[in-house]
């Protein structure tokens, strides 16, 4: 039970500096128009009914898909928002040693562990052209972000909810909480 108490610091530590290193990614922010986005929905726009209505987009102007795409983006960058001081506060009650740190560091692990298992599953009859894509195709041209996002954020989350499950660890917050409760604190 010693051995792990020294490494719940060092695991509340690393966890704020994974959360933390994902704040470049809510830039820019989507609340002003894009260019890019806007290019988008007039190509999109002119594609023939048939391939647009299995997206749901059928019968949409240029400026409905400009909004729809822009909404997509607002959405997106709140819940990357949320994630990111979700895992920045577990982080920091981890190391304060509180046991909903412990819980909310695991939910917030699984939860974005969840999130790109739907989003591989998504494409799975083409799983194996996403996968290649990702990890060969993309990690030439953005190594940075595909060993953040895709290997060192995936193994943190699982090391994560696999050591702060344990029962030792999980007695040891609940002993940490118990004692604070008991002195007042």
Known sequence: M???RNYVPLLGAITILLWASYIPYLFPTPFRPHAGVHHLAEEVSQYPEWQKEGTGVADASAAELEDKMMAELRRGWFQGLA???LGVFAGI??????????????????????????QIAKSYPRIGERLYALYW????????????NDILAVALFLVTIVWLTRPSVAEQFRQQDFRKAGNGV
């Open 2 to 4: 010693t051995r792990n």
């Open 83 to 85: 994630l990111t001081l």
């Open 93 to 118: 009650s981890i190391l304060r040693r509180k046991n909903y740190g412990r819980i909310l560091a695991v939910a917030v692990a699984s939860v974005s562990l969840t999130i790109r298992v739907i």
């Open 137 to 148: 195709l993309f990690l030439q041209e953005h190594p940075v972000r595909v060993i953040h």
